[in-house]
Structures are given as C-alpha cells and as structure tokens.
Antibody, heavy 123, light 109 residues
C-alpha cells in the first residue's frame, strides 16, 4: 500500500525558506503513471494546490506561488521536496504531499495523501 | 483561474438521511472533477474522480454526478463516520492549475 510521509521543520522564521520532504514508500516515485504534488491548508481554511512534479523533473506550479516555489525529485531516495522562499505568516499551514494520477499524461486528482505537517511561520 | 464554489457551507443531516452537496465551476471543467472527504485532524481522502467514478474502497452510498459547471455529491444514507468536510477539486486546466472549492461541512442534526 502506497504511503507518503512529510518531514521538515515545524517552525520557520519570516523571510526564510520553508523546506519539506515527502518520502514515498510502498511504490516507486519513478512510475510513469503518476505525478507527485504539494497542497497546503491554512488552519481552519480550505485547500490550495502548490505544485506538482513528474519523476523526470517536469514541474507545474500554482501561478500565485510560482515566484517563490521550487519542487524537486530524488528518485534514488524515492522522495520529492518543496522549497518556499520569503515566507510570511500567511504561509502558515498544514502542508500535504500527495500522489496525482496522470490519466492523460498530466496530473489530475490526488490519491493518496500524506498525513500532513504543520508549518508555522513566526519569529 | 477556474473558481469553484460549494453549497451549502454547512449541511445538518440526521443519521440515515440523504445528503446532497453541490459544487459549481466558474467555467466548464467537463467531467474533470474530484470529491474529497476530510475529517478533523486528518488528510483529505479521495471519494470520487471523473465526476462520478468512486475511488477504490469507497462505499456505494457515495455517488457523484454532473458535468460542465454543475456537480453533485450524494450520500444516500448518512452514517456516523460520514460527518466531515467535503471538498470538490477541478483538474481541467492546461497547463495544470488545480483549484478546490471552499468545502461543505456535514454535521449532525
């Protein structure tokens, strides 16, 4: 059964870079059938897609975050990572990693999701 | 950007009753719509994709319908474990720009 697990600091200072890693187990990140994505959820609010990556390194980003986001993949470790620069309090959220089905060659729906990790931006 | 709206914001239902949740897209997304269930402190769980296809392991009491801009998630007979927040998500954009609705909370009447 495929499982995803987020890891990284739970507290980041304003203006610094948020860095998270998602470790995939029970399956290969190099599957041609899937993309891998990051989604976030501010406390008490809804879901916002951050971006998705293919095992080859091809990426798609939310235009609203694109200038600050980098998603990368390490197939040797079965991991993919998120970097979000110049963070502010508005970036405080639970960050989820998830697998995205690539039914037509690009990412679609997300299944399954990691359990999520809360990242707080505060000095 | 395609904007997703959901109604109602909160739906109060008694166990055993039917719940009908609506999702609307600001422009056509064809059938490129998914539904998720989220319980407190948990990650979202995929229920429906392709507007009407149940994900693996999802009970038959969950059904999805619609296409274009209007979609519905129906829970035929609410069980105690179904009280949660439900989100719709469109994946129709090219290049990909996925957007979620604001959610509908289903609580106990």
């Amino acid at each position: 059964q495929l499982q995803l697990q987020e890891s990284g600091p739970g507290l980041v200072k304003p203006s610094e870079t948020l860095s998270l890693t998602c470790t995939v187990s029970g399956g290969s990140i190099s599957s041609s059938s899937y993309y891998w994505g990051w989604i976030r959820q501010p406390p008490g609010k809804g879901l916002e897609w951050i971006g998705s990556i293919y095992y080859s390194g091809s990426t798609y980003y939310n235009p609203s975050l694109k200038s600050r986001v980098t998603i990368s993949v390490d197939t040797s470790k079965n991991q993919f990572s998120l970097k979000l620069s110049s963070v502010t309090a508005a970036d405080t959220a639970v960050y989820y990693c998830a697998r995205a089905v690539a039914a037509a060659g690009y990412p679609d729906w997300f299944d399954p999701w990691g359990q999520g990790t809360l990242v707080t931006v505060s000095s | 950007e395609i904007v997703m709206t959901q109604s109602p914001a909160t739906l109060s239902v008694s166990p055993g009753e039917r719940a009908t949740l609506s999702c609307r897209a600001s422009q056509s997304v064809s059938s490129n719509l998914a539904w998720y269930q989220q319980k407190p402190g948990q990650a979202p769980r995929l229920l429906i994709y392709g507007a009407s296809t149940r994900a693996t392991g999802i009970p038959a009491r969950f059904s999805g319908s619609g296409s274009g801009t209007e979609f519905t998630l129906t829970i035929s007979s609410l069980q105690s474990e179904d009280f949660a927040v439900y989100y719709c998500q469109q994946y129709n954009n090219w290049p990909p720009l996925f957007t979620f609705g604001p959610g509908t909370k289903v609580d106990i009447k």
